[in-house]
């Protein structure tokens, strides 16, 4: 048996192909966090973040970040002026987190993505955002305690998904088709620089009409609210609410709620006139993680704070809703149902013009289920 054994071995050894596409790290200088900004004779300015590591004679080695900039016609333009600056060859592959500035980002976003799109080496999972003014200003931030500022975004934008801060795909890839439906809207973390802080804020949202920011945002209350809606939760979802408005002191009047479990309704109906609404439904459960007022203790107290959260939250989802409309940002998927339901009035009509028109309504039910280990 091993006579017939080694031959038929040798004769595959042969056959095989071997690493014939290999890149080796050696000759690689690997982005980590990169930014687009549009300068100011509309050419495209380009800004990485590559780290370096640099031998020592003794124990590990001291690790240096690099910040290039080139500007250029396009992204694949940027990256050969790039490379023309560094040691080695640039490698985007293990890229973590791409920035857009908010004059470019009101552009067309889908024609820098391009580039990513048809590279089959691209980090498709590479984090997307918009910064609130000129996003190389992001990379360049001398960060206290933090090496890598790529690594601080990433991280920053991971805690904010994880708190119901920002949405779960939205990434190179995760926005790809939703950014080419006709039918629904993306949305992206919107950042801003505290440089006298050496700090990145996460302020939000930024909402897009097909692949262009729209200029408006929704605030972290209203992001949190809306990813709700749209039946996305993270680990941890939390809403402060001003639910009384007499009290002294103030804070009496506040209550920190954490959603336990939630169930989003969105319903699409056409009238026989062909006129379309839209009815949104959030009933949550949650649990008090804060009432400093306390004394949360019978069953008429709590009842008074479901109704209070309700009308409070309710009032949020609908302010929610009009900002969506008035930046014709359709990220809840209305459009979506229209086609799906609703084909031949879909065929009828023109989307950009008919979505900020509808009736838009939204309603959100709260029960509190928990009310923490004190009353």
């Known amino acids: 048996m091993k006579v017939i054994i080694l031959p038929l071995t040798l004769c595959l050894l042969v056959l095989l192909s071997g690493c014939w596409d290999q890149r080796l790290f050696k000759d690689a200088k690997l982005v980590?966090?990169?930014?687009?900004?549009?300068?100011?004779?509309g050419k495209l300015l380009t800004t990485v973040s590559i780290p370096n590591i640099s031998k020592t004679s003794q124990g590990p080695g001291r690790e240096t970040v690099q910040i290039i900039s080139a500007v250029a016609?396009?992204?694949?333009?940027?990256?050969?002026?790039?490379?023309?600056?560094?040691?080695?060859?640039?490698?985007?592959?293990?890229?973590?987190?791409?920035?857009l500035g908010k004059k470019l980002a009101k552009q067309k976003v889908y024609p820098l993505l391009d580039v990513f799109y048809r590279d089959p080496t691209s980090a498709l999972n590479a984090k997307l955002a918009v910064v609130n003014g000129k996003s190389k200003n992001a990379l360049n931030l001398t960060l206290s305690g933090e090496t890598k500022v790529s690594t601080y975004l990433s991280d920053l934008l991971d805690s904010a998904r994880k708190t119901t801060l920002v949405g779960e795909n939205e990434n190179i890839q995760g926005i790809c088709g939703k950014m080419l439906d006709p039918g629904s809207d993306i949305v992206l973390p919107l950042l801003e620089v505290k440089e006298q802080q050496g700090l990145i804020k996460v302020a939000g949202l930024a909402l897009f009409n097909g692949d262009k920011y729209t200029g408006y945002h929704l605030t972290p209350k209203e992001s949190t609210l809306f990813l709700l809606l749209s039946g996305q939760k993270g680990d941890l979802a939390r809403i402060t609410a001003k639910v009384f408005k007499n009290r002294k002191p103030d804070i009496y009047n506040y209550i920190t709620i954490e959603a336990k479990h939630i169930n989003p309704?969105?319903?699409?109906?056409?009238?026989?006139?062909?006129?379309?609404?839209?009815?949104?439904?959030?009933?949550?459960?949650?649990?008090?993680i804060e009432y400093p007022k306390d004394k949360l203790n019978t069953e008429k107290e709590i009842r008074?704070?479901?109704?209070?959260?309700?009308?409070?939250?309710?009032?949020?989802?609908?302010?929610?809703?009009?900002?969506?409309?008035?930046?014709?940002?359709?990220?809840?998927?209305?459009g979506r149902q229209i086609i799906a339901f609703h084909h031949d009035l879909w065929d009828k009509i023109d989307w950009s013009k008919e979505y900020?028109?509808?009736?838009?309504?939204?309603?959100?039910?709260?029960?509190i289920l928990q009310h923490g280990i004190i009353n």
């Open 304 to 334: 008074v704070l479901d109704q209070k959260l309700s009308k409070v939250l309710t009032k949020l989802a609908n302010d929610v809703a009009e900002k969506l409309q008035k930046a014709n940002a359709d990220p809840l998927g209305i």
């Open 356 to 367: 900020p028109n509808i009736q838009m309504n939204a309603e959100v039910n709260v029960e």
């Open 32 to 41: 980590l966090g990169a930014s687009f900004d549009l300068t100011d004779n």
């Open 73 to 99: 016609n396009t992204p694949r333009e940027s990256r050969e002026k790039i490379n023309h600056k560094i040691s080695k060859n640039f490698d985007a592959s293990k890229m973590r987190v791409l920035l």
């Open 265 to 288: 309704d969105i319903q699409v109906n056409v009238n026989a006139q062909g006129e379309i609404s839209a009815a949104l439904h959030l009933n949550l459960k949650v649990r008090t």
